[in-house]
């Protein structure tokens, strides 16, 4: 039968059709976006964060259950017109999903991530339940009016509504509710899963499974007799009574989906490994023969390169040596672990979540030997503690002179030597050299013995030591009350100081090489060196006179870039000696310990495990950007606080005590002389920058 609409009432069709369309399509499009970014960041940490996300999850949960009820639409009968019923329930189900998306909070904690072969498994499982979907919502399309358009263009049509047949195509001659069976599939069958993203699976599966039951309910009330037929003759979600390759299909997908949920986060190591990490202090990344330096003599550290891997672009998140050594310990930024000045300790609970407290609880024999530098250890805190800094000379057991690299390798060897056999064990060795004695004249303090291996050598003159860098610092830097050119001045400031002090800085790199030669050769009288683990690790860089400076603390290249070796047994022969250029950060040495020791990581690391990117066959996605703070160190004219975050193209930095912001664009200014912030041309590019450092800000907590 034809009716004539009027005007208004068309416009109410369109617009209520607009609306359906927009809200509900776009805010399925939008939750599917697994990438998406975490739109309204609320700074929470990651238990408050998943508690909230469950609360969201709820709250669509009982939005879209309540209106798909029968009873529900009945109600909402006397309100609006009946054409509009389905196009309403859209409508309102797409606001609640956007708003579950907008403020929901992504926890970038690993669950776990696939590899090799198990990872093209699991993307081919995804790209399969997606097609399953679509070719599911083509199906259904003459039963089904997901968006509840049909009466309403009827209604413009001055049509009357007609009845909706119950039509079986597709998927659905195999299952009852394909497209929930394909969603289903799709919260599961991932190459990599987070926090946030296993239980947004959890919840959301067990949601669509009750729901499903409950709206096997209406679909009976609706149809009836011809739906009971169709209950007897067709399983539901999963299509065990279906043809032969659909059962097959299935069968794989399952499978695919099952698999992750246990499978191993990617370089937990199945055997335990013994673990043995190497701290130097104030040794930047190009202080080593491996990475091409000439002058310095280090060929025990060289060795581990060649039978390891070399990260060529790592970096600290904080240089300087008591935060960056909280973070070793704990796998997290400053703004998380709180170590922001000399003399603050580790609490206990915060302790128990640090790769020592782990291991030793997976029950390893834990060892400490030399530089702590984060408080007073706690002797309780190891089965083995040796804790000392400071000096390069120290007095023996019988008086005699002891130098502080001797006895780190003395320390080390005894607790090898003194360690239950029948135990796993993590040892930490943090060498104080080449670190300067600061109150001493003459600033480095390296033994006898050393000497005859720099006769005759030269050590050339600073990577940027051109007047140009120290004149593109900022004021407040290039100033001479600043701490860095105040020790400058201590041991750079002719050409005569700096080829001494650089040469006696090399020579204490050499006696910790040695000393570290003499570990590696008790691990092998063991016979443990084969299933041991050893990392090296610069807890910062160093200006060795470039810019004007001396030090560490501002991030420039020479400050925050470091060493990083990793001789890890599991690592294949012909892979040996490899190079990498990922960001590998101080991060990502506690839970790349754990792992190793085949334990899980705990949820308050911020790092990621490295062994994937050396070990699996294809490399893991992995970080293109970093966050860099610094607290301020006595006052603002010593030793500023600055922040910023690091790209490979890009470098933001502020410094917020004195509203000073620098931008520079790496690939064409990679010794970051040319501050480009402030300039109108790059206005654009320091906005991005600046509001990922507002992200980064609330993201490190």
């Known amino acids: ?154 209604h413009l049509r001055g049509q009357s509504p007609r009845s909706t047949p119950f039509f079986v195509d597709g998927p659905y001659r195999w299952v009852r509710h394909p497209l929930y069976a394909c969603i289903l599939a799709l919260f599961w069958i991932r190459p990599e899963m987070m926090a946030d993203g296993l239980l947004l699976s959890i919840l959301w599966s067990g949601w669509m499974v009750v729901g499903t039951v409950l709206e096997e309910r209406d679909l009976v009330a609706d149809f009836g007799d011809v739906y009971r037929r169709y209950q007897q003759q067709v399983p539901m979600l999963v299509p065990w009574r279906g043809p032969v390759n659909m059962r097959v299909v299935t069968a794989i997908l399952l499978m695919v989906s099952a698999g992750p949920s246990s499978a191993q986060t990617p370089g937990r190591s199945p055997q335990p490994l013994n673990i043995v990490l190497l701290i130097l202090d104030d040794v930047r990344w190009d202080a080593l023969g491996a990475a091409g330096n000439g002058s310095v003599r280090t060929p025990r550290i060289d060795e581990l390169a060649r039978e390891g891997v070399r990260f060529e672009q790592a970096r600290v998140t904080t240089a300087i040596c008591m935060v960056s050594r909280a973070s070793l310990l704990t796998g997290q930024y400053m703004s998380r672990h709180g170590i922001t000045e000399f003399g603050r300790a580790i609490a206990p609970e915060a302790f128990s979540q640090t790769y020592p407290a782990l291991l030793r609880r997976a029950g390893y024999w834990t060892g400490y030997a030399g530089k702590y530098g984060i408080g007073q250890p706690r002797q309780s805190d190891f089965d083995f503690l040796r804790a000392y800094e400071g000096t390069h000379w120290m007095s023996g057991p019988g008086g005699e002179r002891v130098h502080v690299t001797e006895k780190n390798a003395r320390d080390a060897i005894e607790f090898l030597q003194a360690r239950p056999k029948d135990r796993h064990f993590a040892l930490t060795v943090g060498f104080f050299a080449p670190h300067a004695e600061d109150n001493a004249p003459e600033q480095y303090l390296p033994q006898d013995w050393s000497a005859k291996l720099y006769e005759g050598v030269t050590i050339p003159p600073p990577l940027r030591g051109d007047p140009r860098y120290m004149a593109a610092l900022p004021p407040f830097l290039s100033n001479e009350a600043n701490e860095g050119r105040v020790r400058y001045h201590w041991r750079f400031d002719t050409p005569e100081r700096y080829q001494a002090y650089m040469t006696r800085y090399y020579r204490l790199i050499t006696e910790v090489d040695e000393a570290i030669g003499r570990i590696v050769g008790e691990l092998r009288a063991q016979g443990v060196y084969d299933t041991t683990l050893i990392a090296l690790i610069g807890d910062n860089g160093y200006f060795q006179a470039d810019r004007g400076l001396a030090d560490k603390w501002y991030p420039y290249e020479e400050s925050i870039r470091v060493p990083l070796v990793v001789r890890d047994p599991r690592l294949a022969t012909a892979r040996r000696g490899m190079t990498l250029d990922q960001f590998a950060l101080n991060l990502d040495v506690a839970p790349t310990l754990v792992a190793a020791a085949g334990v899980a990581a705990p949820g308050v690391m911020q790092g990621r495990d490295l062994s994937p990117l050396y070990l ?29 975050v690091v790209r490979r193209d890009w470098k933001y930095i502020e410094w917020p005590e004195f509203g000073f912001r620098q931008l520079f664009d790496l690939r064409s200014d990679p010794g970051e002389l040319r501050n480009l912030a402030a300039q109108p041309s790059y206005a654009g590019q320091e906005l991005r920058m600046r509001q990922q450092l507002e992200a980064w800000r609330v993201r490190a907590r």
């Open 1 to 154: 039968m034809e009716m004539t609409v009027n005007g208004r009432a068309a416009t109410a069709d369109r617009l209520m059709m607009a609306l359906a369309v927009v809200l509900g399509a776009g805010s399925v499009g939008l939750f599917a976006w697994d990438a998406r970014p975490t739109f309204v960041p609320l700074g929470w940490p990651p238990r408050a964060a998943l508690a909230w996300d469950a609360f969201l999850s709820l709250v669509f949960f009982v939005q879209h259950s309540s209106m798909v009820r029968r009873s529900f639409r009945a109600r909402l009968a006397g309100v609006l017109p009946a054409r509009y019923d389905g196009a309403f329930y859209a409508i309102c189900s797409g606001l609640t999903l956007a708003l579950v998306v907008v403020l929901w909070q992504r926890v970038d904690i690993p669950v776990f991530r696939l590899e090799g072969m198990a990872r093209w498994i699991a993307t081919a499982g995804s790209l399969i339940a997606a097609a399953l979907l679509l070719y599911s919502g083509y199906a259904v399309r003459r039963t089904l009016d997901l968006l509840g358009l049909r009466p309403i263009r009827a």
């Open 616 to 644: 699996s066959a294809r490399a893991p996605d992995w970080r293109d950007e970093f966050f860099y703070e610094h607290p301020t160190v006595t006052n603002r004219n010593r030793i500023p606080s600055s922040q910023g």
